[in-house]
């Protein structure tokens, strides 16, 4: 079982920068070893793909982040982070973290981003 934890959301000026962050804990002993990501949902839209950090792919972006967002993770902290740059107001939603291990799924809570303009 893995739990995800995410944080860091808040209210920001487009053009401006966010570090999101996701504690990933449970029978885990290396992040590095699985595949992590982010989504996120604008309201009234469907959920979607932001980042994803595997070690067979390496990091990929959707078309809309690429060059301004950011994947990393720190295996010691347990901890996967998204650094967002040169934010827009169509950034704006709930991002959420997400993992997969062993044909299991799993999705944090999420944390709200808003980008005003």
């Known amino acids: 079982q893995v739990q995800l934890v995410e944080s860091g959301g808040g209210l920001v000026q487009a053009g401006g920068s966010l570090r999101l962050s996701c504690v990933v804990s449970?029978?885990?002993?290396?992040?590095?070893?699985?595949?992590v990501g982010w989504h996120r949902q604008a309201p009234g839209k469907q959920r979607e793909f932001v980042a994803l950090a595997s070690s067979v792919d390496g990091n990929t972006y959707s078309g809309a982040v690429k060059g301004r967002f950011t994947i990393t993770r720190d295996n010691a902290k347990k901890t996967v982070y998204l650094d967002m740059n040169r934010l827009k107001p169509e950034d704006t939603g709930v991002y959420y973290c997400i993992t997969s291990r062993l044909g299991v799924t799993s999705w944090g809570q999420g944390t709200q981003v808003t980008v005003a303009s």
């Open positions: 449970g029978s885990i002993s290396s992040i590095n070893d699985i595949p």
